[in-house]
């Protein structure tokens, strides 16, 4: 079974400053790695995904996550944020093998202050 | 670009009513799943369905959930008596192949009263 941890339910920012959400999974079995966002009023929308090879993975939209095995981390970060980023964002995981379901953190919800 | 759709939107019942949420995967997918969001809380996984079949359901899955497939291209989740704790997003995921992405409809917010 897997778990998902983000630390972090509330992440307010100022438009153009960095920003790093944090994500920690257990699992004893190799995972794929997600992240999501939620728009106001708005369904899941998939920002980017870790499946195999580079352990750095990059979004249109300027968000990048790093997977790293050791820590069991997927931190999502973004060097300089938009008005338009603020939503709701989850970190998710699945197992590799066949028709295993995500399982979701609780979602940090990123505020981005003109 | 094909993506997952669902209706309704919004629905409103009255608790002990049935209701039937409805999805349409992305067409040339083969792994159909449900969730749910209760308001403010985490997306929960319910059942995975493949090769008209359940492959796996959560202990949130009880009696009152079925899933079916009627034809090529729906795929419903059917609660037969609703409860006021049932109140949430709905949401329905696809993927192409095992391992794949899942791709997330819009979702059905359904309340009941």
């Known amino acids: 079974a897997q778990s998902v941890t983000q630390l972090d339910s509330q992440v307010p920012v100022f438009e153009e400053a960095p920003v790093e959400l944090r994500c920690n999974y257990s699992s004893s079995v190799s995972v794929y790695l ?12 998939l920002l980017l ?7 750095l993975v990059e979004s249109i939209n300027g968000f990048e996550a790093e997977f790293n095995k050791s820590q069991t981390s997927f931190h999502l970060r973004k060097p300089s944020v938009h008005i338009s980023d603020t939503a709701e964002y989850f970190c998710a995981v699945s197992g590799v093998s066949g028709n ?4 979701f953190g ?6 981005v202050i003109a | 670009e ?3 759709t669902q209706t309704p939107s919004h629905q409103v019942t009255q608790m002990g009513q049935e209701v039937i949420l409805r999805c349409v995967p992305i067409s040339n997918h083969l792994y159909f799943y449900w969730y749910r969001q209760i308001l403010g809380q985490k997306v929960e996984f319910l059942v995975s369905f493949y090769n008209n079949e359940i492959s796996e359901k959560s202990e949130i899955f009880d009696d009152q959930f079925s899933v079916e497939r009627p034809d090529g291209s729906n795929f419903t989740l059917k609660i037969r008596s609703t409860k006021l704790e049932d109140s949430a997003m709905y949401f329905c995921a696809s993927k192409r192949g095992p391992g794949g992405t899942q791709y997330f409809g ?3 917010r359904l309340l009941v009263l």
């Open chain 2, 2 to 4: 094909p993506e997952v």
């Open chain 1, 106 to 111: 609780k979602g940090t919800r990123l505020s």
């Open chain 1, 100 to 103: 295993t379901p995500l399982v």
């Open chain 1, 34 to 45: 997600f992240w999501y966002v939620q728009y106001p009023n708005q369904g899941l929308q």
């Open chain 2, 106 to 108: 819009p979702g059905t």
């Open chain 1, 49 to 55: 995904k870790y499946l195999s090879g580079s352990t």
